[in-house]
Structures are given as structure tokens and as C-alpha cells.
């Protein structure tokens, strides 16, 4: 398989859905010069599924790029591929959800405005990151435009699966499915190295503590922060010696989760709120400004409760984060403990992982692994954080 050249080379490890992604770009220009093509070779509706951190929205934007190059390859250096992965492109469509939904009334005002004639492109691109976030009423909104789609626009969901509970079964009916897998560790050091310019010793590191999440192992690689909180997480287990310790170790891991977060939305709130009030004429001197400094404020106030609807959503995304490293841990001591020679999710650790596998028996580890997915489970459902994770705790000290 060759090597990924121009926008292709920002899917770290997924080389497979390059080579298909790459196919389908090729036959849509050939359909945009007047030439025939196989039915199957370019289609409307694309659904890409992975795992967290497996690179579903940059091979959305990687895909959407070559869609809109002007040598219909993804070059990465004419006008079209810089715009759509700068995300200024104005025929591509980003639907990121702020809260922990997709609404009905957004995803019309979306469809209504992809049945538009691209502009400045060749094709109207909608890549809706999050698709298993769509409410019922938003999915039969975007059912209908999926079902009898304009000549010249590709829908691009992207979804952990395509489970029903995920992605609805007649919109996954509707979409070609390009898999992604979990990025192995030496394609995510590489790219480490060569675009970040992580050091190779602390990028190789990185990549093996990741659990295949490349952006995580970018934050673990440059913010000594973040690898402060995750060894806090994984102090957790071995730390719940006196009751008293169940609600310490629910504050520090709920406190973690808010802190990852915080970093990730500080700076981009602050540029939001900059740059709408410049836009609205709300830093203006001299007379007359008044009433545009009213409208606003009060458009400050309605983005700053969108803001908040997100920080609600990127906390938990990023307690998620930490409960999943939890997980690693139970699953590392029952590797050990059945010497089984698998690689440890946790390398660095392997000392209070072996001292576990010697205390516990497997089936209390077994318990406490449980207890982790069931937390998540629950998180999911709308449980409050802290609510699930005190039980969770509990369970992890009882065993």
C-alpha cells in the first residue's frame, strides 16, 4: 500500500480508509468533468465509524477536502483543500454539537441550506461530527435530505458505530460505511515527531498510553498538566485505603476531568466572544454605537449559554477520558494476573498494576472493571457525574 501524500497524511494509522476515501474523490471529479463512473464508485451518504480518538472528523474534513481540490486528489496545496481543512471553505458544513445534542430545529435550518448550488466548490459538503447525538426529530429531518439528496451534495456522519443506537437503521441504510480502526501506536509517534516536534523518547511514550486516542496523545506529549491529572487517575485504585478516601478520589477525578476541560475551552470562549462583538460593531467608540453595543451584549449572552451547554458536554467527554484510563488499569491487572504476555494499556504503571494482580482475585478485579463501564454507562444516560462516580468509587473500594 503506498504511502498517503497531501491531506491524505492527516489520518494517522488509517491507510485503508485513505486508499477508499481517496477512490471516491478520484470518481467524483471524474463525474464533475462530464466522465462515467461506477454507481458504487462515489456515492451521496458516507457514514464513518472508529472509536474515540480514532480520526472520524479529520477524515470527514481530510475527505471533504478532496472533494472541493481542484486536481480532485486532495493535494493539500491548491485553494479548495487549504480552505476546507483551515474550516473556511464555504461549501462545507460543520455541525459540531455545543451541548449534548443535535436538535431537530438545526439540523433543518442544515438541510435547507445544503440543497443550495455549491458556490465556490464543486460539491456541498455536510459533515455533522457526533451523528450518534442526534435527536429523534433531527435524524427524520436528515433522513429526508438522505433520501432524495441535490446533485451535488455529500452528507458526512460520523458516529462510533453503526449500531442502531448509534445511527438510525434507515439513515445507516442510506450511507456507504468506511470503518476506522484504533491507530497503532508507532503511526501515532510518528506523527508526533514529524508535526509536532514531540521529543521521540516522550512521543513513543505517548503513543503507548494513549489508548489509540491521537489528540489525547498529543495534550499527554506537550501539557505536563494533563500527564499530572492522568497519573492522579491512576493513583485512584491503589488508593482507597479509609472510606473517607471513596469521596477524596470522586473529587479528584471529577476535579481532573473539569481541569482537562477547562484547558480545552478556555482560549477557544474567549476568541468567540472577541470576535462576535467585533463583529457586531460592540467595541466601537463614539456616537451612535449604543444600540450596536445592546445587540451585542445580548448576542454575548446567547453565545455564552451555548458555551456553557458545551463545557457541560466536553466535561463529561473528557471524564469519559479518564474513566476509560480506569478501565486500563483493571484490564491491565487481570493481564498480569492471568500472564497472558498481552501489552499493558499502562506501562508506566506496572508496578502498582502487579502489586493489584497480587491482592485481588480476579473477580473482585472483575467487579471493579465492571463498575468502571457501568459508571460510563450511566454518564451517558444523563446520571449526574458526581452521583455515579461516588457509586463507582464505592464499588472500586469494596471490590
Not at 471533504?64 to 487549504?82: F, H, I
Not at 497503532?184 to 523518547?201: F, H, Q
Not at 479528584?252 to 476568541?271: P, V
Request: charged residues 25%; proline residues 5%; glycine residues 8%.
Amino acid at each position: 500500500m503506498t504511502a498517503p501524500i497531501g491531506v491524505w497524511t492527516e489520518l494517522v494509522g488509517q491507510e485503508p480508509a485513505a486508499e477508499t476515501l481517496s477512490a471516491a474523490a478520484a470518481a467524483a471529479a471524474k463525474i464533475v468533468a462530464g466522465e462515467a463512473v461506477a454507481p458504487a464508485a462515489m456515492t451521496h451518504a458516507w457514514l464513518l465509524t472508529g472509536p474515540p480518538g480514532s480520526g472520524r472528523s479529520v477524515a470527514a474534513r481530510t475527505f471533504a477536502a478532496a472533494l472541493q481540490c481542484s486536481t480532485g486528489t486532495g493535494c493539500g496545496a491548491c485553494p479548495g483543500c487549504r480552505t476546507t481543512m483551515a474550516g473556511t471553505h464555504a461549501d462545507v458544513r460543520l455541525v459540531v454539537p455545543e451541548g449534548l445534542s443535535i436538535s431537530v430545529a438545526e439540523m433543518r435550518a442544515l438541510v435547507q441550506a445544503a440543497a443550495r448550488r455549491p458556490t465556490t466548490g464543486e460539491w456541498q459538503v455536510v459533515i455533522i461530527e457526533d451523528a450518534d447525538r442526534l435527536t429523534e426529530g433531527a435524524s427524520n429531518a436528515l433522513l429526508k435530505a438522505v433520501e432524495e439528496p441535490p446533485e451535488r451534495t455529500v452528507f458526512l456522519l460520523c458516529a462510533p458505530s453503526d449500531h442502531p443506537e448509534d445511527v438510525s437503521v434507515t439513515i445507516r441504510s442510506r450511507c456507504r460505511l468506511v470503518p476506522l480502526r484504533t491507530p497503532p501506536a508507532e503511526a501515532i509517534a510518528r506523527i508526533l515527531v514529524s508535526r509536532d516536534g514531540v521529543d521521540p523518547e516522550r512521543a513513543q511514550w505517548a503513543a503507548a498510553v494513549c489508548n489509540g486516542h491521537v489528540g489525547r496523545a498529543r495534550r499527554l506529549a506537550t501539557d505536563a498538566a494533563a500527564r499530572q491529572r492522568r497519573d492522579t487517575v491512576l493513583r485512584i485504585p491503589l488508593g482507597l485505603r479509609r472510606p473517607g478516601d471513596v469521596f477524596t478520589s470522586a473529587d479528584q477525578l471529577i476535579s481532573a476531568a473539569e481541569a482537562d476541560a477547562g484547558e480545552e475551552s478556555k482560549s477557544r470562549d474567549e476568541s468567540e466572544r472577541t470576535e462576535l462583538r467585533t463583529a457586531m460593531g460592540g467595541d466601537g467608540t463614539g456616537k451612535g454605537v449604543a444600540g450596536a453595543k445592546r445587540a451585542a451584549d445580548a448576542a454575548v449572552k446567547q453565545l455564552e449559554k451555548r458555551q456553557k451547554s458545551r463545557a457541560t458536554r466536553t466535561q463529561r467527554d473528557t471524564l469519559d477520558l479518564a474513566l476509560v484510563d480506569l478501565a486500563g488499569f483493571y484490564r491491565d491487572v487481570l493481564v498480569t494476573r492471568s500472564r497472558s504476555g498481552a501489552t499493558l494499556t499502562h506501562p508506566d504503571h506496572s508496578d502498582a498494576i502487579a502489586s493489584a494482580a497480587t491482592a485481588w482475585t480476579a473477580e473482585s478485579t472483575l467487579r471493579r472493571l465492571e463498575a468502571v463501564l457501568e459508571c460510563r454507562e450511566a454518564i451517558g444516560l444523563n446520571v449526574k457525574p458526581r452521583i455515579a462516580v461516588e457509586a463507582m468509587v464505592t464499588t472500586l473500594r469494596q471490590g
